[in-house]
């Protein structure tokens, strides 16, 4: 069972979490979903980064939990790291991944079956895939975590020369206090 801090903690986190989907869905290539470009997409797969309809949605989920894991974007809780992996993504950086070799003249299916087969395309065949922009984006996530590591290591508190000092002078006049106190105490009390 939970403490009522813990759910508050919950909570808040959550609305965090819910703030920074809105804020990625005001971005113009997340207004559409990514696979048929239908405006106002409220799911997601998170571990692919990009945003998706309710129709595509349930394509995905039929792909499997390996390669497309789906959340709705206003129902379901969401952790701290399916948060970073579409703040990493999106949908502009997908399609740069995942359609880097679609031919210019492609249009976007409209029909369920057609769709679906697109969508098998495109993330369970990688059939325009680029590989290069793979190792880029790779490249990218690990220099961010890199800055992030760095910033959180600045974050912590140095302890100053001084500080320790303090310290150690406390502790002997707190010594030299209790020394004379004993003396004292023996003094009056004999």
């Not at 571990?47 to 390669?67: P, Q, S």
């Not at 059939?127 to 922009?133: E, P, Q």
């Not at 996530?141 to 002078?169: H, I």
Request: proline content about 3%; charged content about 35%.
């Amino acid at each position: 069972m939970t403490t009522r801090s813990e759910r508050e903690k919950a909570q808040k986190l959550n609305e965090q979490h819910q703030a920074i989907l809105s804020r990625m869905l005001r971005e113009e290539d997340n207004k559409y979903c990514a696979d048929c470009e239908a405006k106002g997409p409220r799911w997601a797969s998170w571990n692919l980064g990009v945003f998706i309809c309710i129709r595509c949605a349930g394509i995905h989920r039929n792909l499997g939990v390996h390669i497309s894991r789906v959340k709705s974007v206003n129902l379901d809780q969401w952790t701290p790291e399916q948060i970073q992996c579409m703040q990493d993504m999106g949908n502009t950086k997908a399609r740069l991944l995942y359609e880097a070799t679609l031919p210019e003249n492609f249009r976007r299916p409209q029909t369920d079956q057609s769709v679906e087969f697109f969508i098998r395309d495109k993330y369970e065949r990688k059939k325009y895939y680029d590989k290069n922009a793979a190792a880029t984006l790779s490249k990218e996530k690990e220099k961010k975590r890199e800055e992030k590591k760095k910033e959180r290591e600045s974050e912590k508190p140095v302890k100053p020369v001084a500080m320790e000092k303090v310290r150690k002078t406390l502790v002997i006049i707190y010594q030299y206090i209790f020394t004379n106190f004993s003396f004292f105490f023996f003094f009056f009390w004999a």
